[in-house]
Antibody, heavy 121, light 108 residues
Framework: EVQLVESGGGLVQPGGSLRLSCAASGFTFSSYWMSWVRQAPGKGLEWVANIKQDGSEKYYVDSVKGRFTISRDNAKNSLYLQMNSLRAEDTAVYYC??????????????WGQGTMVTVSS | SYVLTQPPSVSVAPGKTARITCGGNNIGSKSVHWYQQKPGQAPVLVIYYDSDRPSGIPERFSGSNSGNTATLTISRVEAGDEADYYCQVWDSSSDGAIFGTGTKVTVL
Protein backbone atom coordinates (compact mmCIF):
# COMPACT_ATOMS: atom_id res chain seq x y z
CA GLU A 1 0.00 0.00 0.00
CA VAL A 2 1.29 3.43 -0.95
CA GLN A 3 1.53 5.45 2.24
CA LEU A 4 2.95 8.62 3.74
CA VAL A 5 3.09 9.04 7.52
CA GLU A 6 4.05 12.35 9.11
CA SER A 7 5.37 12.86 12.62
CA GLY A 8 7.07 15.48 14.72
CA GLY A 9 4.32 18.04 15.21
CA GLY A 10 3.50 19.62 18.54
CA LEU A 11 3.35 22.80 20.58
CA VAL A 12 6.29 25.19 20.30
CA GLN A 13 6.89 28.73 21.49
CA PRO A 14 7.31 31.61 19.03
CA GLY A 15 10.90 31.73 17.84
CA GLY A 16 11.35 28.03 18.48
CA SER A 17 12.21 25.15 16.16
CA LEU A 18 10.62 21.89 15.13
CA ARG A 19 11.54 19.12 12.70
CA LEU A 20 8.82 17.25 10.85
CA SER A 21 9.37 13.83 9.32
CA CYS A 22 7.47 11.90 6.68
CA ALA A 23 7.97 8.17 6.21
CA ALA A 24 7.14 6.82 2.76
CA SER A 25 6.29 3.23 1.88
CA GLY A 26 4.78 1.23 -0.96
CA PHE A 27 6.53 3.09 -3.79
CA THR A 28 10.02 4.00 -5.03
CA PHE A 29 10.53 7.12 -2.94
CA SER A 30 13.71 8.17 -4.74
CA SER A 31 11.83 8.48 -8.04
CA TYR A 32 9.50 11.27 -6.95
CA TRP A 33 9.54 14.96 -6.19
CA MET A 34 8.04 15.50 -2.74
CA SER A 35 6.33 18.45 -1.08
CA TRP A 36 5.02 19.86 2.17
CA VAL A 37 1.60 21.52 2.15
CA ARG A 38 0.00 23.16 5.18
CA GLN A 39 -3.48 24.17 6.26
CA ALA A 40 -4.09 26.69 9.04
CA PRO A 41 -7.14 26.00 11.24
CA GLY A 42 -10.30 26.71 9.27
CA LYS A 43 -8.32 27.92 6.26
CA GLY A 44 -7.37 26.66 2.82
CA LEU A 45 -4.39 24.72 1.54
CA GLU A 46 -1.00 26.39 1.16
CA TRP A 47 2.01 24.86 -0.58
CA VAL A 48 5.14 25.23 1.58
CA ALA A 49 8.09 23.59 -0.17
CA ASN A 50 9.15 20.90 -2.60
CA ILE A 51 12.30 18.96 -3.34
CA LYS A 52 13.62 17.12 -6.37
CA GLN A 53 14.31 13.39 -6.34
CA ASP A 54 18.01 13.76 -5.55
CA GLY A 55 17.62 16.83 -3.36
CA SER A 56 19.45 19.07 -5.85
CA GLU A 57 16.53 21.48 -6.29
CA LYS A 58 14.40 22.95 -3.52
CA TYR A 59 11.69 25.60 -3.68
CA TYR A 60 9.83 27.46 -0.95
CA VAL A 61 6.85 29.76 -0.54
CA ASP A 62 8.08 33.28 0.20
CA SER A 63 6.70 33.32 3.75
CA VAL A 64 9.04 30.53 4.91
CA LYS A 65 12.19 31.28 2.91
CA GLY A 66 15.20 31.51 5.18
CA ARG A 67 13.35 29.86 8.08
CA PHE A 68 12.31 26.42 6.77
CA THR A 69 14.50 23.78 5.11
CA ILE A 70 13.18 20.80 3.20
CA SER A 71 15.40 17.72 2.89
CA ARG A 72 15.20 14.02 2.19
CA ASP A 73 17.03 10.76 2.87
CA ASN A 74 16.32 8.34 0.05
CA ALA A 75 18.07 5.51 1.87
CA LYS A 76 15.54 5.88 4.68
CA ASN A 77 12.56 6.71 2.40
CA SER A 78 12.04 9.84 4.45
CA LEU A 79 11.21 13.50 3.89
CA TYR A 80 11.90 16.24 6.42
CA LEU A 81 10.97 19.83 7.15
CA GLN A 82 13.20 21.75 9.54
CA MET A 83 11.27 24.76 10.83
CA ASN A 84 13.14 27.54 12.63
CA SER A 85 12.10 30.96 13.93
CA LEU A 86 8.52 29.79 14.12
CA ARG A 87 5.71 32.31 14.20
CA ALA A 88 2.08 32.15 15.26
CA GLU A 89 1.07 32.24 11.61
CA ASP A 90 2.92 28.96 11.02
CA THR A 91 0.29 27.18 13.11
CA ALA A 92 -1.25 24.58 10.81
CA VAL A 93 -1.62 20.95 9.90
CA TYR A 94 1.39 20.02 7.80
CA TYR A 95 0.91 17.42 5.08
CA CYS A 96 3.57 15.49 3.23
CA UNK A 97 2.60 14.88 -0.40
CA UNK A 98 3.97 13.02 -3.39
CA UNK A 99 4.28 15.06 -6.58
CA UNK A 100 3.33 13.90 -10.06
CA UNK A 101 5.79 15.25 -12.62
CA UNK A 102 5.61 15.61 -16.39
CA UNK A 103 7.36 18.60 -17.93
CA UNK A 104 7.34 20.12 -14.45
CA UNK A 105 5.81 19.42 -11.04
CA UNK A 106 2.07 18.90 -11.32
CA UNK A 107 -0.47 17.33 -8.99
CA UNK A 108 -0.15 15.95 -5.48
CA UNK A 109 -1.38 12.39 -5.88
CA UNK A 110 -0.63 10.89 -2.47
CA TRP A 111 -1.04 12.70 0.88
CA GLY A 112 -0.17 11.80 4.43
CA GLN A 113 -2.64 12.18 7.29
CA GLY A 114 -0.96 15.37 8.49
CA THR A 115 0.75 16.50 11.68
CA MET A 116 -0.37 19.51 13.73
CA VAL A 117 2.05 22.31 14.55
CA THR A 118 0.94 24.90 17.09
CA VAL A 119 3.07 27.98 17.71
CA SER A 120 1.99 29.67 20.92
CA SER A 121 3.37 30.96 24.19
CA SER B 1 1.64 36.13 -7.90
CA TYR B 2 -0.92 33.95 -9.62
CA VAL B 3 -4.36 33.87 -8.02
CA LEU B 4 -7.07 31.21 -8.32
CA THR B 5 -10.60 32.24 -7.36
CA GLN B 6 -13.37 29.82 -6.39
CA PRO B 7 -16.90 30.46 -5.14
CA PRO B 8 -17.02 29.99 -1.35
CA SER B 9 -19.97 27.64 -1.50
CA VAL B 10 -22.14 25.60 -3.83
CA SER B 11 -25.37 23.90 -2.81
CA VAL B 12 -26.92 21.05 -4.77
CA ALA B 13 -29.75 18.57 -4.34
CA PRO B 14 -29.01 14.84 -4.38
CA GLY B 15 -29.01 13.44 -7.88
CA LYS B 16 -28.37 16.82 -9.48
CA THR B 17 -25.19 18.27 -10.97
CA ALA B 18 -22.71 20.48 -9.11
CA ARG B 19 -20.31 22.73 -11.00
CA ILE B 20 -17.38 24.33 -9.20
CA THR B 21 -15.42 27.00 -11.02
CA CYS B 22 -11.79 28.03 -10.65
CA GLY B 23 -10.87 31.36 -12.20
CA GLY B 24 -7.37 32.45 -13.11
CA ASN B 25 -5.67 34.58 -15.75
CA ASN B 26 -5.37 32.41 -18.87
CA ILE B 27 -5.79 29.29 -16.74
CA GLY B 28 -6.56 27.36 -19.92
CA SER B 29 -2.83 27.39 -20.67
CA LYS B 30 -2.06 25.57 -17.42
CA SER B 31 -2.76 22.07 -16.09
CA VAL B 32 -5.41 22.18 -13.38
CA HIS B 33 -5.82 19.64 -10.60
CA TRP B 34 -8.72 19.23 -8.16
CA TYR B 35 -8.84 17.91 -4.60
CA GLN B 36 -11.67 16.82 -2.34
CA GLN B 37 -11.24 17.29 1.40
CA LYS B 38 -13.71 16.02 3.96
CA PRO B 39 -13.67 17.32 7.56
CA GLY B 40 -10.70 16.05 9.55
CA GLN B 41 -9.20 14.25 6.57
CA ALA B 42 -6.34 14.82 4.17
CA PRO B 43 -7.10 16.05 0.66
CA VAL B 44 -7.72 13.48 -2.07
CA LEU B 45 -6.87 14.05 -5.73
CA VAL B 46 -10.07 13.68 -7.80
CA ILE B 47 -9.08 15.23 -11.15
CA TYR B 48 -5.63 15.88 -12.61
CA TYR B 49 -4.36 17.35 -15.86
CA ASP B 50 -7.67 19.16 -16.29
CA SER B 51 -9.85 16.11 -16.88
CA ASP B 52 -8.13 12.84 -15.93
CA ARG B 53 -9.46 10.74 -13.05
CA PRO B 54 -7.17 8.80 -10.71
CA SER B 55 -8.07 5.16 -10.23
CA GLY B 56 -10.87 4.76 -7.73
CA ILE B 57 -12.50 8.11 -8.45
CA PRO B 58 -16.08 7.70 -9.76
CA GLU B 59 -16.87 8.69 -13.34
CA ARG B 60 -19.34 11.17 -11.86
CA PHE B 61 -16.35 13.49 -11.37
CA SER B 62 -15.18 15.30 -14.49
CA GLY B 63 -13.17 18.40 -15.32
CA SER B 64 -12.67 20.95 -18.05
CA ASN B 65 -10.41 23.94 -18.58
CA SER B 66 -10.53 26.76 -21.11
CA GLY B 67 -9.83 30.47 -21.26
CA ASN B 68 -9.90 31.96 -17.79
CA THR B 69 -12.00 29.26 -16.09
CA ALA B 70 -11.55 25.64 -15.09
CA THR B 71 -14.56 23.66 -13.93
CA LEU B 72 -15.05 20.58 -11.77
CA THR B 73 -18.37 18.88 -12.45
CA ILE B 74 -19.95 16.36 -10.10
CA SER B 75 -22.87 14.51 -11.72
CA ARG B 76 -25.59 12.65 -9.84
CA VAL B 77 -24.44 14.17 -6.58
CA GLU B 78 -24.52 11.97 -3.49
CA ALA B 79 -24.48 12.85 0.19
CA GLY B 80 -20.92 11.53 0.39
CA ASP B 81 -19.75 14.22 -2.03
CA GLU B 82 -20.25 16.88 0.62
CA ALA B 83 -16.76 18.32 1.17
CA ASP B 84 -14.40 21.18 0.43
CA TYR B 85 -12.94 21.24 -3.07
CA TYR B 86 -9.73 22.97 -4.12
CA CYS B 87 -8.24 23.63 -7.54
CA GLN B 88 -4.47 23.81 -7.98
CA VAL B 89 -1.88 24.75 -10.59
CA TRP B 90 1.90 25.12 -10.65
CA ASP B 91 3.09 28.68 -11.17
CA SER B 92 6.33 28.74 -13.12
CA SER B 93 7.04 32.36 -12.15
CA SER B 94 7.25 31.44 -8.46
CA ASP B 95 8.27 27.79 -8.89
CA GLY B 96 5.49 26.81 -6.56
CA ALA B 97 2.04 25.33 -6.34
CA ILE B 98 -0.96 27.62 -6.10
CA PHE B 99 -4.24 26.48 -4.56
CA GLY B 100 -7.62 28.00 -5.11
CA THR B 101 -9.56 29.56 -2.27
CA GLY B 102 -11.71 26.46 -1.86
CA THR B 103 -15.41 25.72 -2.33
CA LYS B 104 -17.65 24.08 0.22
CA VAL B 105 -20.15 21.79 -1.46
CA THR B 106 -23.34 21.23 0.51
CA VAL B 107 -25.77 18.49 -0.45
CA LEU B 108 -29.27 19.64 0.39
Amino acid sequence: EVQLVESGGGLVQPGGSLRLSCAASGFTFSSYWMSWVRQAPGKGLEWVANIKQDGSEKYYVDSVKGRFTISRDNAKNSLYLQMNSLRAEDTAVYYCARVLYSSGPDAFDIWGQGTMVTVSS
Amino acid sequence: SYVLTQPPSVSVAPGKTARITCGGNNIGSKSVHWYQQKPGQAPVLVIYYDSDRPSGIPERFSGSNSGNTATLTISRVEAGDEADYYCQVWDSSSDGAIFGTGTKVTVL
